[in-house]
């Protein structure tokens, strides 16, 4: 089982950056794939990046693409998402989760466990 716990949320002006982690417990966690899912008031959770279980592989939402950067360190038992570029439709809610996958994942009914979620919001 996989225990995640994000942090790094926060308020940022447009055009601004932020680093969001995600903490995971277990031993196993490296042979977890990680994703990043958002949700803003009144939509529905979407996907946002996925990292494969080495790291060698990731895949981004096109809202996102270019602006953010999904990375892992194993030996940390940590996945990050680096926001640069940011714009007012990012403001939502950042949930970390991990998927028992080889590849990558990007439908919420792939991935097993889920953190709380951090607050991510972008001042125009």
């Known amino acids: 089982q996989v225990q995640v716990v994000e942090s790094g949320g926060g308020l940022v002006q447009a055009g601004g950056s932020l680093r969001l982690s995600c903490a995971a417990s277990g031993r196993t966690f490296s042979t977890y794939a990680m994703g990043w899912f958002r949700q803003a008031p009144g939509k529905e959770r979407e996907f946002v990046a996925a990292i494969s279980w080495s790291g060698g592989s990731t895949y981004y939402a096109d809202s996102v693409k270019g602006r953010f950067t999904i990375s892992r360190d194993n030996a940390k038992n940590t996945v990050y998402l680096q926001m640069n570029s940011l714009k007012p439709e990012d403001t939502a809610v950042y949930y970390c989760?991990?998927?028992?996958?080889?590849?990558?994942?990007?439908?919420?009914?792939?991935?097993?466990?889920w953190g709380q979620g951090t607050q991510v919001t972008v001042s125009s």
């Open positions: 989760a991990a998927a028992p996958l080889r590849g990558l994942g990007y439908l919420e009914l792939e991935y097993d466990y």
